[in-house]
T-cell receptor
Framework: NAGVTQTPKFQVLKTGQSMTLQCAQDMNHNSMYWYRQDPGMGLRLIYYSASEGTTDKGEVPNGYNVSRLNKREFSLRLESAAPSQTSVYFC?????????????FGPGTRLTVT | KNQVEQSPQSLIILEGKNCTLQCNYTVSPFSNLRWYKQDTGRGPVSLTIMTFSENTKSNGRYTATLDADTKQSSLHITASQLSDSASYICVVSAAGGSYIPTFGRGTSLIVHP
């Protein structure tokens, strides 16, 4: 039972390049989330998927797209990377949308855009 | 706008000592408050969760308190260990709608031997 896994762990991109961050969970959770964490700031929600087949924008969606490929996988795509997207990206999952469900985080992807 | 403020920003203590971290929030209507521990280079891990009716919750040497009237929470760490060195994040979610919690910036705790 690996929990939430993310690939890659580290990535360096040049401005304008594209890439996809991968996330998978093996806990049969319905809800999945993408956050970014910047120095001196709290985690901010980029996109979330309340259930398979649905996605919604969070607080900072500009410059990103997501795909809920199936119940296990939720990917985050940067179409044209910008230096402002240098950050640590965390994927998380929850069993459902109920308020007290636990949220489990992956180990993060450190992205640098030069 | 929903906000979560944590203090202090950073804290250094000696191994074996106790410490208390603070969290003030303006999230409304309140649903629940969580404390997370985030080790360097890792994702956050939940320590405690408290709903409106709960005013204290313990997890080993970690004890969280909640005062919903003053919108304040604290996390008390007893007999600190080197492994407690981490960032501690307060997270508050509002009632109603989708689960979109508000994260504090965290308190960075360093425990020295």
């Amino acid at each position: 039972n690996a929990g939430v896994t993310q690939t890659p762990k580290f990535q360096v991109l040049k401005t304008g390049q594209s890439m996809t961050l991968q996330c998978a969970q093996d806990m049969n959770h319905n809800s999945m989330y993408w956050y970014r964490q910047d120095p001196g700031m709290g985690l901010r929600l980029i996109y979330y998927s309340a259930s398979e087949g649905t996605t919604d924008k969070g607080e900072v969606p500009n410059g990103y797209n997501v795909s809920r490929l199936n119940k296990r996988e939720f990917s985050l795509r940067l179409e044209s990377a910008a230096p402002s997207q240098t950050s640590v990206y965390f994927c998380a999952s929850r069993e459902g949308q109920g308020k007290t469900y636990e949220q489990y985080f992956g180990p993060g992807t450190r992205l640098t855009v030069t | 706008k929903n906000q979560v403020e944590q203090s202090p920003q950073s804290l250094i203590i000696l191994e074996g000592k106790n410490c208390t971290l603070q969290c003030n929030y303006t999230v409304s209507p309140f649903s629940n408050l969580r404390w997370y521990k985030q080790d360097t280079g890792r994702g956050p891990v939940s320590l405690t969760i408290m709903t409106f009716s709960e005013n204290t919750k313990s997890n080993g040497r970690y004890t969280a308190t909640l005062d919903a009237d003053t919108k304040q929470s604290s996390l008390h760490i007893t007999a600190s260990q080197l492994s407690d060195s981490a960032s501690y994040i307060c997270v508050v979610s509002a009632a109603g709608g989708s689960y979109i919690p508000t994260f504090g910036r965290g308190t960075s705790l360093i425990v020295h031997p």
